[in-house]
């Protein structure tokens, strides 16, 4: 038997009795008495919680598609969450926040993100930075500049509570058994993330830019002789990255949360890391990386729904489920196929 079959066979079996172990904890927890974890509330908050781990996964995985690894996801995700929670408050003159405000604040917030990656794009494509350490860089910057800020915009490490996105209730539709609550009398960012998955799939493998993009990642030089400017494909992914970033921290400050909380390693709390499994799990595609979000957002579920139905398990023990659920995963994403030049300056014959 090779090394690598051995790692294999292994790895299988270390992820088998992991998962395993969870579907047996899963059944426990389902069988509890008020535990009311397979109701429509229960889905409807798993795909809230999906929401902005699929936003950063879908961004993440266009970059490194390109070629380019883009692991600040975390760090762009705060700088989304602060931006737009401080911008809503400002937009507002410090008075009553409206539905308009708020949604100008995530398009700031968006802004913003996308400005800074162009930052990211330049260290690590023109210059050719080393592609982790600009990306922990920006996740070190983002820790400081998150409690930092809001303690400019505040006074504090956190907003005081501010108002989120209003659900959209489409009448007639909303009235469907299961679907009606979930997709039709939800958050407006629900059905953008749905809407924003479908056509991220759609460029990727169904238009001529996909396939450039794919090309850049894989084989540059073949890219570089069809006449297509590499760098130039890298440059838009990778701002693309970071305004998809912007929109998942937006999402989590203000989109369906209550303001930014800068304490720890803020609110966003490991979520882009958990993006870039996501997207590993879902092999580089849209759809595969939205459904791994839905995963690590019912295991966020879990630990909320345990504490509301008032089963005793420590916080430390619950705030562990997202993480059980990226190490099952993770001993199980083997046969992901990482892109061939991914983390490659490429130098064009000009340069």
Not at 7 to 25: P, Q
Not at 134 to 160: E, H, K, N, R
Not at 282 to 305: K, T
């Amino acid at each position: 038997m090779s090394v690598a079959d051995y790692a294999a066979e292994h790895r299988l079996a270390v992820g088998g009795g992991l998962a395993a172990l969870a579907a047996v904890a899963a059944i426990t927890l389902l069988d509890l008495p008020g535990a009311d974890l397979l109701t429509v509330g229960a889905a409807e908050r798993s795909l809230q919680a999906a929401m902005p781990i699929a936003l950063a996964a879908i961004g993440g995985l266009y970059a490194e598609k390109s070629g380019v690894f883009n692991i600040g996801l975390e760090g762009f995700m705060i700088f989304g969450a602060l931006t737009a929670a401080a911008a809503a408050w400002l937009i507002s003159g410090e008075g009553a926040i409206t539905q308009g405000d708020l949604w100008l604040a995530i398009l700031v917030a968006v802004a913003f993100c996308a400005l800074l990656t162009v930052a990211f794009a330049v260290l690590t494509i023109r210059y050719k930075a080393d592609q982790i350490v600009a990306g922990l860089a920006v996740w070190f910057i983002g820790l400081g500049f998150g409690p930092f800020g809001a303690t400019v915009v505040w006074g504090g490490v956190s907003s005081p509570t501010l108002p989120n996105v209003n659900n959209v209730v489409v009448p007639g539709l909303a009235e469907l058994p299961v679907l009606g609550r979930l997709l039709f009398d939800t958050s407006p960012l629900v059905l953008l993330t749905l809407v924003l998955t479908v056509l991220a799939w759609v460029v990727l493998y169904r238009t001529r830019y996909g396939y450039w993009i794919q090309a850049a990642g894989e084989n540059p030089e073949a890219l570089d002789t069809a006449g297509v400017d590499v760098n130039r494909v890298r440059y838009a992914t990778v701002i693309f990255s970071g305004a998809m970033a912007g929109l998942a921290g937006a999402t989590l400050s203000i989109g369906i949360g209550s303001g930014f909380t800068g304490t720890g390693v803020t609110m966003v709390d490991g979520r882009g890391w958990i993006a870039i499994v996501a997207y590993l799990f879902g092999n580089y595609n849209p759809i595969g990386a939205f459904l791994a979000s839905l995963l690590f957002g019912a295991m966020d579920m879990l630990q909320i729904q345990l504490q509301t139905v008032g089963i005793s398990l420590p916080g430390s023990i619950t705030g562990l489920f997202p993480y059980v659920a990226v190490l099952v995963v993770l001993t199980l994403v083997g046969y992901t196929r990482v892109p061939a030049a991914v983390g490659e300056a490429y130098e064009t014959e000009s340069e």
